[in-house]
């Protein structure tokens, strides 16, 4: 006779297996310890195999019959169902082993050792957060443009342009790399051209009026918050470094003696080293007994064991008054480079140099870090006095204009 749902529940174990039998070759194999399972018992080329359709309660008897008939019309297309299991779950094993995260994280792996932290450290968060929840688990040959385009559009959609462009050529190079090791025969990246609106182009806000500049740096001696911040805000003009790259400054890169500032630049990974004018000295041997046993030069205020946030400077400057569209903490460099050129008539691969920009020789061989440093320091020194000058109100002539 036919199971029943009651004649299930009620079986109880016996000392040995046993078997309840329903139909077509369906049984329930109950075991001394009381687990059930559903087994179906036929035959292929005269041989009898078995197969499990899986656990009662989780695989009721409706269940189990349905699952029996699937493996039967197999058999009757003559395809072993033990056989076909085997091929679908070695499929599923290759789908998820040439999966986009998968592959993904292998190309990371590959390339990410020549990338400076902060950079590699941007682009795995991103595949993270924007990418792997939505297309990580598909299969990366089975991805196609308009399946791309949706995910790159909810970036888009939450008002980080500039981030979604970012993530699409990630993607492209995670395909190109796909293509290149046999995983996928091509690049849909390449079909979403255009499909993106363009991101705008910025520049970082600064006034490079000598008066005004003054009047900026005046403003900035007159900060009345913590000293590490005043000291931030009052180093920033005579370095000119990266935002980033002064919030993280580290005591031990810097040797007051030599007066010297060796780091690594985040954005090329290459050494760079920012000789300290007699003014720089001067603010960091101010902070020093505040700061000096914290790894940065300027803690944050609220943990002595991570730099400060990158908004500090610049809210201190907006509560001096200095509009964000006249000078931003990345427009020091900018009023550096357009003052020395224009008015202090200083080389400008020297400036370049101290900017950390890529400079060549003529034979196109990038120039080390020590390139023209008797030059720079000179230089850096004579900005710091420049600064001095304006701040004082002095009044400042261009050299490539006569006193009248």
Not at 145 to 150: C, G, T, V, Y
Not at 175 to 184: D, H, K, S
Not at 299 to 316: K, V
Request: hydrophobic share 40%.
């Amino acid at each position: 006779m036919p199971l029943t749902d009651i004649t299930i529940r009620n079986a109880k174990p016996d000392t040995k297996t046993k078997k309840l039998f329903d139909e077509r070759g369906l049984y329930l194999e109950i075991s001394p310890a009381g687990g059930k399972w559903w087994r179906l018992k036929y035959r292929f080329n005269d041989k009898e195999k078995r197969i499990s359709l899986g656990v009662y309660p989780d695989v009721g008897l409706k269940d189990a019959r349905d699952r029996r008939d699937e493996a039967r019309k197999l058999l009757a297309n003559g395809i072993d169902p033990s056989e076909n299991r085997k091929a679908m779950k070695s499929a599923r094993k290759e789908r998820s082993a040439n999966s986009f995260e998968v592959i993904a994280r292998e190309w990371y792996a590959k390339y990410s050792t020549a990338w400076a932290k902060n950079h590699s450290e941007r682009i795995i968060r991103r595949f993270e957060r924007d990418i792997f929840p939505w297309i990580g688990g598909r299969p990366i040959a089975e991805i196609n443009a308009p399946e791309l385009l949706s995910v790159v559009r909810r970036i888009e959609n939450r008002g980080a342009l500039e981030t979604a462009h970012r993530a699409l050529s990630n993607c492209g190079q995670v395909f190109r790399y796909a293509v290149a090791t046999g995983r996928a025969e091509r690049d849909p990246s390449g079909d979403l051209r255009g499909a993106l609106p363009p991101v705008k182009g910025t520049h970082f806000a600064a006034t490079t009026d000598p008066k005004r500049v003054g009047e900026i740096l005046r403003a900035l001696d007159g900060y009345e918050g913590t000293l590490t911040v005043r000291c931030a805000l009052r180093l920033a003009p005579l370095v000119f470094v990266r935002p980033g790259e002064l919030r993280n400054a580290k005591w031990a890169d810097i040797d007051l003696e030599v007066a010297e500032w060796r780091y690594l630049v985040t954005k090329t990974n290459t050494q760079h080293i920012v000789p300290l004018a007699r003014q720089a000295i001067e603010i960091l041997l101010e902070l020093q007994p505040l700061t000096g046993n914290s790894q940065y030069v300027f803690p944050s205020a609220r943990s002595f064991i991570r730099p400060m946030s990158d908004n500090a400077i610049l809210a201190a400057m907006r509560r001096l008054g200095i509009d964000k569209e006249e000078m931003s903490g990345h427009g020091f460099r900018a009023v550096a480079r357009t003052i020395l050129d224009e008015i202090l008539g200083v080389r400008p691969d020297f400036i370049e140099h101290q900017l950390a920009h890529a400079v060549r020789d003529p034979n196109g061989r990038a120039y080390n870090r020590t390139a023209h440093l008797p030059e720079r320091r000179k230089m850096m020194q004579q900005w710091a006095d420049y600064l001095d000058k304006l701040k004082s109100g002095a009044e400042i002539v261009p050299i490539h204009q006569e006193v009248k």
